[in-house]
């Protein structure tokens, strides 16, 4: 059981987490035809962008109500109602994911009597899906903005059906922001070659994945699509994959009666040996052989390249999720877990085989991570591996140093294979130099 504590400090000055509305606005980029909408200034939208289009270096649609000083005072119902007819005049979205903002949370503005009262007085936007969820910039992090849009899209828009309309197998998986867009892809091949459908929520892998697509659009092109959304009623059942999702498959168990499952880590062997068994008891389908094949490299790599990570001191700051998968799978290696820093409470966390985890900020990881073999965090953390003298491995939000993070996969055998050689040449880079 890991001893969880917090800084006392009164100032982040170099902080760690980003905005709950970058991950609001991250799960609903994930959703075929939408817009995200900011209720709120144009600063906290040009923000938010930002940490986007630097992350996965491709446009990024989103819009926001462009509150004033006075647009402030007097209240925004009206911004909101002017933002979102002009969308679905200009734009035509098929769904609108509508997110709150710091200024409007501490002004607060009733965001939900904003939507009824706008459906009320233009019933032509019936047909329009307007998801709302609740993303203070001054409390929650990135994680917790993406769950709560999860939640707010499988409590919104899946639609009850019969018994008889239930596809026996099509299954739901709801990925967490620890997650990137190659991960989805890979999770969706490894999950269709089980011969079941997935509806994955939300599906990064069609929008932000780099696709050139034939025409430019102000919406989303690809991603889960309304329709999609709307039968997830009709699955069989649910992967919740990271402790994060696991309120959105309640919500789906208490509409739908549907039995879920949560994987936190989908990268280590004995993590994918269960994701994989798991398909097979749902199917019924015994595991393919190509992911037999990968299981017994895994195993030889593994066995082959242990004594590069064996007592190895790793230091890692990063979002709650993503933490717990990537602790679990150094464990597997033999690494020792230095130090750990994380942006926010959560319960998984006292459950992390170490003996302490910090919730703080980068400042805080730089001082616990002395002593380290490597440091594992977002491309903030540049400066601090070179004071350290420490090699960087990168994970999390924002990598704008490397090239198609988007595209990285470090789930399954073949993406735990990716992550080991990664890690592993770093060590041995870091061997050659003390041996020259």
């Known amino acids: 059981m890991a001893i969880i504590s917090v800084t006392s400090t009164s100032v982040a000055v170099n902080p760690l987490k980003q905005s709950q509305t970058v991950g609001a606005v991250l799960a609903f980029l994930g959703l075929k035809g939408i817009m995200p909408l900011l209720h709120g200034s144009q600063g906290c939208t040009a923000l938010t962008k930002a940490v986007l289009v630097q992350h996965f270096r491709q446009a990024i649609p989103l819009s926001s109500t462009a509150m004033t000083e006075v647009a402030t005072i007097l209240g925004g119902e009206e911004r909101v109602e002017q933002a979102i007819l002009t969308l679905v005049e200009r734009s035509k979205p098929e769904i609108i994911g509508l997110c709150s903002t710091g200024l409007v949370e501490t002004r607060g503005d009733d965001m939900g009597r904003f939507v009824k009262e706008i459906r009320h007085r233009h019933p032509e936007l019936d047909y329009l899906p307007i998801v ?73 892998s069609g929008s932000l994945d780099g696709c050139i697509e034939d025409s430019s659009s102000a919406i989303t092109a690809h991603g889960t699509t309304l329709a999609q959304l709307r039968s997830i009623g009709s699955s069989v059942f649910t992967l919740a994959l990271g402790d994060s999702m696991r309120a959105g498959a309640q919500i789906l168990e208490q509409r739908f009666n549907i039995p879920y499952e949560v994987f936190g880590e989908l990268t280590g062997l004995a993590a994918v040996d269960k994701f994989l068994q798991a398909l097979a008891d749902i199917s019924g389908v015994t595991v393919p052989e190509k992911y037999r094949r990968q299981r017994r490299q895994l195993q030889y790599m593994m066995l082959e390249n242990h004594f590069y990570f064996g007592c190895k001191r790793v230091s890692l700051a990063l979002e709650p999720d993503l933490l717990w998968s990537t602790v679990s799978f150094l464990r597997s290696l033999g690494v020792e877990i230095h130090s750990a820093v994380t942006t926010t409470r959560f319960p998984l966390l006292e459950k992390l085989p170490i003996k302490s985890v910090t919730i703080g900020d980068l400042e805080d990881f730089e001082q616990l991570a002395v002593g380290s073999d490597l440091l594992i965090t977002n491309s903030h953390g540049v400066a601090i591996a070179q004071r350290l003298k420490i090699p960087l491995y990168r994970q999390g939000i924002p990598i704008f140093d490397r090239l198609d993070h988007g595209q990285f996969t470090k789930v399954g055998y073949r993406g735990t294979m990716q992550i080991l050689f990664d890690i592993g040449n770093l060590f041995l880079q870091e061997e050659t130099k003390v041996k020259h």
């Open 132 to 204: 709302l969820v609740s993303t203070p910039d001054f409390k929650g992090t990135l994680q917790d903005g993406f769950a709560g849009a999860v939640e707010s899209i499988v409590r919104e828009i899946p639609q009850k059906s019969s018994k008889q309309d239930a596809c026996p197998t099509q299954i739901t998986i709801l990925a967490s922001s620890a997650f990137t867009p190659g991960d989805v892809q890979e999770i969706k091949e490894i999950v269709t070659s089980f011969g079941l459908l997935p509806i994955v929520v939300p599906d990064l």
